[in-house]
């Protein structure tokens, strides 16, 4: 069977536990979120590098998200490709087909830098960062990315297999309110 980056993950991902960390991390984050929510209609999000759209399903599939949008150019560096001896074309397919599920995903095929002006201050709810792992990167998309976020910013691997995911969320943040199992981290903002 073939590994992927949140349904099925390399084993030795999972290490001193018999259990997929990739799937329960980010379920836990989606049960920490949805207080924050409780109530409220229109909750939109923004998920800026979606690969392979699994965890664009995963958050789709909880039900908080009367729209998603989805920043993943298709094209560019990318470690998983070389992981899992992927190309692009392939990972495009495999994002249709874990998000057909739904009909509130909305897929910008764009790097984040391009668009960010296409999008108003506070008109996202959530926004989950998951795309380069490298300072300047992460740095540059929370940057961008705060002022257009209402309630929560999120991402993805914080932690110290990507210290620059962890200091580029803390100088500019500070310390997140949560971590989980997958590296997800998260900061309430209201």
């Known amino acids: 069977m073939k590994n992927t980056l949140r349904y099925n993950p390399p084993s030795e991902w999972n290490v001193n536990i018999n ?6 991390g980010i379920i ?17 999000m923004l998920e800026i590098g979606s690969y392979k759209g699994e965890s664009t399903s995963i958050f789709a599939s ?12 298709f094209e560019g560096n990318e470690e998983a ?3 899992f001896n992927e190309d692009w074309s392939r990972v495009k397919k495999e994002f249709w087909t874990n998000t057909r599920h739904w009909d509130n995903i909305n897929l910008i095929q764009d ?27 992460i ?16 991402g993805h691997d914080y ?20 971590v989980f199992a997958d590296g997800s981290w998260i900061k309430i903002l209201s």
């Open 111 to 137: 790097f984040s830098y391009n668009v960010v002006y296409d999008f108003e201050d506070k008109s996202f709810d959530f926004i989950y960062i998951d795309a380069s792992h490298k300072y300047e990167d």
């Open 62 to 73: 909880t039900g908080l998200f009367s729209k998603i949008t989805c920043l993943e150019p």
């Open 139 to 154: 740095k540059s998309d929370i940057d961008m990315y705060l002022p257009k976020c209402k309630t929560i910013i999120s």
């Open 159 to 178: 932690g110290d297999q990507h210290p620059g995911v962890k200091k580029a969320v803390d100088e500019i943040l500070g310390e997140p309110n949560g």
């Open 19 to 24: 259990c997929n960390l990739q799937y329960f």
């Open 81 to 83: 490709l070389d992981v």
């Open 28 to 44: 836990d984050l989606c049960k920490y979120i949805v207080p924050y929510f409780h109530n409220k209609k229109n909750i939109t």
